[in-house]
């Protein structure tokens, strides 16, 4: 689990203040800020991944010395690059639904 501090406690422990109720680990809110972090994280991963497969593609049509190669190489780029694209968004998504828990956290 990913914590963040919210003066001096978890931002899971503001949510729970802010909504006026206690904090436990069953809270939908709870679990569904959990489950957001976590799918940020595998997102992460995989963009790590996804920048390595790019940047061999970029390697490939840089250094390629068959046009074949290269023209595969370009075809790899375009589609990892969509895939980047759509893996970007939604963390994005994430990022502006966990800001949103944090808005609510703060309100008093």
Known sequence: MVRRF????TLLQAVALA???PLRSWDPVVLKENQLHQEFL???RS???LDMRLADALRRIRHGS???QIEKAKQDEKALLIELDRLMT???AIEGQLLQYQK?????
């Open 6 to 9: 919210f003066l001096g406690g």
């Open 19 to 21: 909504l006026k109720r």
């Open 42 to 44: 595998d997102l992460e």
């Open 47 to 49: 963009m790590r991944l």
């Open 66 to 68: 068959c046009a074949d």
């Open 90 to 92: 939604r963390m994005r």
């Open 104 to 108: 609510a956290a703060t309100r008093h």
